[in-house]
């Protein structure tokens, strides 16, 4: 069973930027598409953004859509989020999973878009 363990949240303000990082193990990294999804308070888990194994092909929410970039590092088993432009509507906790969401959910991290 692979494990997920998501990191770097936090507060900024609105227009700001932050990267977060998802450290995978349990498995074969390089053989997983990746995924970034995010939960705000009241609402169901939501598709961020996606990664395929040879990070040549990537996908997005219409929401984030040139503002935020996945990429990923199949030799530290990690994947990111760089996120520009923030807006207080990307407030929410920030999960990362198989694409498929077949594995266990890890902590997520928090971000909080605020002035």
């Known amino acids: 069973q692979v494990q997920v363990v998501e990191s770097g949240g936090g507060l900024v303000q609105p227009g700001e930027s932050l990267g977060l990082s998802c450290a995978a193990s349990?498995?074969?990294?390089?053989?997983?598409?990746m995924a970034w999804f995010r939960q705000a308070p009241g609402k169901e888990r939501e598709f961020v953004a996606s990664?395929?194994?040879?990070?040549?092909?990537?996908r997005y929410a219409d929401s984030v859509k040139g503002r935020f970039t996945i990429s990923r590092v199949n030799a530290k088993n990690t994947v990111y989020l760089q996120m520009n432009s923030l807006k207080p509507e990307d407030t929410a906790v920030y999960y990362c999973?198989?694409?498929?969401?077949?594995?266990?959910w890890g902590q997520g991290t928090q971000v909080t878009v605020s002035s």
């Open positions: 999973n198989h694409e498929t969401r077949a594995w266990d």
């Open positions: 349990g498995g074969t990294f390089s053989a997983y598409s």
């Open positions: 990664i395929n194994r040879y990070a040549s092909v990537t």
